[in-house]
């Protein structure tokens, strides 16, 4: 007779159903596994007979074969044990055989019998709720399981032992509750960044319009310290970006104690990282720090110092939200949608733009050249936001903690993405949420600049000689710069211009008065970092002369959002 156990194999975040087919018939003895295992499932032989043994069951002296079917699927990773055993218990008579119907069941085993934890259990026990079934899993993945649905059956057990209880009726486990984990870092603030008001105002705008960004300072500049608390300004998780983030977290094993949390992922992988580490693959399909990084934050510190290929590869996510990996014989792909913030030195020493200081590399902009020609054009294309950290003065240092924190920028934030989400979704285009994926024909219609943000942005593509790149650039960080204003549309803010210059003379319309002070607050501090940028243009055109042909790439990148925000404000201003 044949014992049927169903479980799941993981495609990507998917967890596609496999049927484990235990056959135990007369013969010399043997134990084998069929289905195009790897070398994991093959080692699930030991570890099964090892744990039934450890329970008080020796594998009948027979015939044992086990396939895990369609036998075309390949199947990685050692949550087979489970399904393997418990077959095995059934076809044995150590359970009552029809105890396992209506369950899929996942968990690796331990030699004494325990059931250890596997990734991948809210995946798979989302796809048994969606099949009807229950789940039997390892007790430590109880709590992510139970996220799949409050109704679905789930038996959550430590030990082999613990199920046999179970199945008979003699001590029946209780079905385990959802978990959420705690935020660790509540205790970083924008707060505790002194001065760099015009990197704070930037790393806002980029987490507002989910924007990827590029600073460049000297080391001890904060750089590290703005990366780290951009997670406190970005909206929490709607629900189902949680689902998407905790079924990748859950395929690469990163759920701790099964409890999720809807603050969004901050990803900091070291420099030395390889290729898989960082895009996923390797020996066993998992997830890279690119998918980790779903819905959430890639920071990569120090970014000329990932190898070349490494910063490559990025580009495909960058580009379509996703990573394919090619494995043996198949293709699985991961969802990777995150927001990049790069940090660097100017140059390798680090000080090059630093009045006074001299490379030890011969001159400082043949250093800095140097450094920065790691970066790739594309790579560097593909950044909205550059900006320049210089180091902080002590004077700054002095100052008494700003009293504008995290909390009040993160209702900026929320705000100004709550407006582009409904946008998009006037639009028919729900699955975009951030401007920083807005493009071509669709950026031009989402923001379209009014008569003097056009005349700006002409005369600063001329003088600047703007790629069509940098173009939808400004234009992207204008519309998100815009809704930080909380400005409707681009063009909607010169139409209520008109408006009010109509207005002036026939007597003011009503409801038009009460949005003029918040714009006008909005204009005074869009204008405000402009004439930090202006101001900061200036300085670094006296350092500018000795950079390379690449930061002056950098500076011109700089003054687009400079334009940008001078067409926002501008029209803000002319109302
Ligand atoms: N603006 C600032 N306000 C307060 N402390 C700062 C500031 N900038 C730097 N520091 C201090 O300097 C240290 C180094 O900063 P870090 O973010 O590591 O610099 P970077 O990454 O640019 O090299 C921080 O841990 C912090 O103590
Ligand atoms: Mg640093
Ligand atoms: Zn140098």
């Not at 074969?65 to 044995?92: C, F, Q, R, W």
């Not at 500018?544 to 067409?567: C, E, H, N, P, Y």
Request: aromatic letters at 2%; charged letters at 20%.
């Amino acid at each position: 007779m044949v014992q049927r156990v169903a479980t799941v194999a993981f495609e990507g975040i998917e967890a596609r159903a496999v049927d484990v087919q235990v056959q135990v018939a007369p013969g010399l003895p043997a134990f084998n596994v069929v289905g195009l295992p790897d070398k994991a499932v093959s080692e699930a032989r030991e570890r099964v007979r090892a744990a039934l043994v450890a329970s008080g069951l020796a594998l009948p002296a027979r015939r044992i074969t086990v396939n895990l079917a369609p036998a075309d699927l390949p199947k990685e990773g050692s949550h087979y044990d489970l399904p393997i055993a418990l077959g095995l218990m059934a076809a044995i008579g150590a359970i009552p055989a029809d105890a396992l119907s209506g369950f899929t069941v996942l968990g690796e085993l331990g030699l004494d019998g325990s059931i250890a934890a596997v990734a991948g259990v809210l995946p798979a026990a989302i796809g048994a709720n969606a099949r009807g079934e229950g789940l039997i899993c390892p007790g430590a993945c109880g709590a992510e399981a139970a996220w799949a649905s409050p109704e679905m059956e789930i038996v959550a057990a430590a030990s082999l032992i613990q199920l046999a209880n179970h199945f008979r009726g003699t001590q029946v486990l209780a079905r385990p509750q959802p978990k959420v984990r705690e935020a660790s870092d509540a205790l970083v603030d924008l707060k505790d960044i002194k001065g760099q008001e015009s990197a704070k105002r930037a790393l806002e705008v980029a987490a507002a319009g989910g924007h990827n960004l590029l600073m460049v300072g000297p080391p001890g500049a904060g750089k590290s310290m703005l990366a780290a608390r951009l997670p406190t300004i970005l909206p929490p998780l709607t629900p189902a970006e949680l689902l998407e983030v905790s079924m990748i977290a859950s395929v690469a094993g990163e759920i701790e104690g099964g409890a999720l949390t809807d603050r969004r992922p901050f990803r900091a992988p070291h420099h030395s990282a390889s290729m898989p580490a960082l895009v996923g693959g390797g020996l066993r399909a998992r997830p890279g720090e690119v998918s980790l990084a779903h819905h959430g934050v890639l920071f990569l510190d120090e970014l000329p110092e990932f190898q070349p290929q490494v910063l490559d590869s990025l580009r495909q996510p960058l580009e379509i939200g996703e990573v394919a990996i090619a494995r043996a014989n198949h293709r699985v792909t991961y969802p990777a949608r995150f927001m990049l913030v790069g940090a660097m030195n100017p140059c390798r020493c680090g000080r090059a733009s630093e009045p006074g200081f001299a490379c030890k590399r011969g001159a400082n902009a043949r250093c800095a050249a140097d450094y920065q020609g790691r970066l790739s054009g594309p790579l560097i294309d593909r950044i909205d936001l550059h900006i320049e950290v210089p180091a902080v003065t002590a004077a700054d240092l002095i100052l008494p903690p700003p009293t504008e924190g995290s909390r009040e920028v993160a209702t900026r934030v929320a705000r100004a993405r709550a407006m582009q989400a409904e946008r998009f979704a006037t639009l028919g285009l729900p699955q975009l949420r951030t401007n920083a994926h807005a493009h071509g024909p669709l950026l031009e219609e989402v923001s379209r600049p009014d008569a003097n943000g056009l005349a700006l942005l002409r005369d600063a593509a001329d003088a600047m000689r703007l790629s069509a790149r940098g173009y939808h650039r400004v234009l992207r960080v204008a519309r998100t710069l815009a809704d930080l204003d909380g400005a409707d549309k681009v063009a909607r803010a010169s139409r209520r211009g008109a408006v009010l210059s109509r207005a002036r003379r026939r007597g003011s319309p009503r409801g038009v008065k009460t949005r003029r002070p918040h714009n006008r607050r909005s204009a005074t501090s869009s204008t405000r970092w402009l004439s930090t940028l202006v101001k900061m243009r200036s300085a670094r055109c006296r350092v500018g002369k000795m950079f390379s042909r690449r930061l002056t790439r950098l500076m011109r990148r700089q003054i687009d959002v400079a334009v940008s925000i001078a067409s926002a404000s501008d029209s803000v201003a002319k109302r």
